[in-house]
């Protein structure tokens, strides 16, 4: 099982006709990903690499009974390409765009939201059910390398701390069941403590990474939902930025949401407050397997 996408996820990509799309697509497909359809508007009836170009995810829809749509469009397209594939009913989007207006990305999050729909991104490099299939970027040419099937579920902030994490797994003997780039932005389609609640309830997985940042409420939000509900399988989170501390409020670096506006978005405030919920505290990737097989009873 996995939380978002398996080897029978009928996939549609928008946007198939670009030149990242294309590579994306067919490393995918290659990977074991259902890639059912392509949609380019004025480019129906043609194909890429024996995949059916539509001009409408409508049409690419009732033809695939496609259910989740990975979109390749230049920013300023973003918003109109996400609202077509929630009215043409798809279930899962992953949107990797990078610098959607702020506007833009408010409304389509709230347009997925009340429509029940899970959103990966904006500014992600995707998911990947590892041995099953992935969706974007992750994992690069050779996910195989990185990325071992298993039982730990991954979330970050960060697309490229995905592979770090997966990695430092791997080379202790732990895999993945699903791991998810949630998305740089200050806005995103879903939370982070959106896919802890998925995890939880995903008999695959049996322990969660998690990988945060400075700035947005993501962490926070974590720990409120534990305190709440209380911990239902081992959580390990890595908080990175401490040094940003030592800065102005209001600079982001790295990612746009990576900005401490004020105290609560301090490092040190999230690692306490997760901490006081039960989550275990990385001092860094390669401690985050060696604190899973602990909780585990392994270690």
Same mark, same amino acid.
């Given at each position: 099982?996995?939380?978002?996408?398996?080897?029978?996820?009928?996939?549609?990509? =928008?946007?198939?006709?670009?030149? =990242?799309?294309? #590579?994306?697509?067919? #490393?995918?497909?290659?990977?074991?990903?259902?890639?059912?359809?392509?949609?380019?508007?004025?480019?129906?009836? =043609?194909?890429?690499?024996?995949?059916?170009?539509?001009?409408?995810?409508?049409?690419? #829809?009732?033809?695939?009974?496609?259910?989740?749509?990975?979109?390749?469009?230049?920013?300023?397209?973003?918003?109109?390409?996400?609202?077509?594939?929630?009215?043409?009913?798809?279930?899962?989007?992953?949107?990797?765009?990078?610098?959607?207006?702020?506007?833009?990305?408010?409304? #389509?999050?709230?347009?997925?939201?009340?429509?029940?729909?899970?959103?990966?991104?904006?500014?992600?490099?995707?998911?990947?059910?590892?041995? *099953?299939?992935?969706?974007?970027?992750?994992?690069?040419?050779?996910?195989?390398?990185?990325?071992?099937? +298993?039982?730990?579920?991954?979330?970050?902030?960060?697309?490229?701390?995905?592979?770090?994490?997966?990695?430092?797994? /791997?080379?202790?003997? $732990?895999?993945?069941?699903?791991?998810?780039?949630?998305?740089?932005?200050?806005?995103? @389609?879903?939370?982070?403590?959106?896919?802890?609640? &998925?995890?939880?309830?995903?008999?695959?997985?049996?322990?969660?990474? $998690?990988? @945060?940042?400075? +700035?947005?409420?993501?962490?926070?939000?974590?720990? $409120?939902?534990?305190?709440?509900?209380?911990?239902?399988?081992?959580?390990?989170?890595?908080?990175?930025?401490?040094?940003?501390?030592?800065?102005? /409020?209001?600079?982001?670096?790295?990612?746009?949401?990576?900005?401490?506006?004020?105290?609560?978005?301090?490092?040190?405030?999230?690692?306490?407050? &997760?901490?006081?919920?039960?989550?275990?505290?990385?001092?860094?990737?390669?401690?985050?397997?060696? *604190?899973? *097989? *602990?909780?585990?009873?392994?270690?």
């Amino acid at each position: 099982m996995s939380i978002l996408l398996d080897k029978n996820t009928r996939v549609v990509v =928008q946007g198939i006709t670009g030149t =990242q799309a294309r #590579v994306d697509t067919i #490393v995918c497909r290659d990977y074991g990903t259902n890639i059912v359809a392509g949609v380019t508007p004025g480019r129906g009836g =043609q194909d890429v690499e024996g995949i059916p170009v539509y001009d409408t995810v409508r049409e690419a #829809v009732e033809k695939h009974d496609a259910e989740a749509s990975l979109i390749y469009v230049p920013a300023m397209a973003a918003k109109d390409a996400v609202l077509e594939a929630i009215a043409a009913g798809i279930r899962l989007i992953v949107a990797p765009a990078e610098l959607v207006p702020l506007n833009d990305a408010a409304k #389509v999050v709230d347009a997925v939201r009340k429509a029940g729909i899970v959103m990966v991104g904006f500014n992600t490099v995707g998911i990947i059910t590892p041995g *099953q299939a992935r969706m974007g970027g992750m994992g690069g040419l050779e996910p195989d390398e990185i990325y071992a099937p +298993g039982r730990i579920g991954i979330c970050s902030r960060s697309g490229g701390m995905v592979a770090e994490v997966a990695w430092a797994l /791997k080379k202790d003997g $732990l895999g993945v069941s699903t791991a998810v780039a949630m998305g740089g932005d200050q806005i995103t @389609g879903r939370r982070m403590v959106d896919y802890v609640r &998925l995890f939880e309830e995903d008999p695959a997985t049996e322990a969660i990474a $998690l990988f @945060g940042e400075p +700035g947005t409420p993501n962490e926070r939000e974590v720990a $409120l939902h534990l305190k709440k509900s209380g911990m239902k399988k081992p959580i390990v989170a890595l908080i990175a930025g401490t040094f940003q501390e030592n800065h102005p /409020k209001g600079v982001s670096f790295g990612h746009a949401a990576a900005m401490i506006a004020d105290d609560t978005d301090r490092p040190t405030a999230k690692k306490k407050m &997760l901490a006081e919920a039960g989550v275990r505290i990385a001092k860094d990737i390669k401690d985050i397997p060696v *604190q899973i *097989q *602990q909780a585990l009873g392994r270690g």
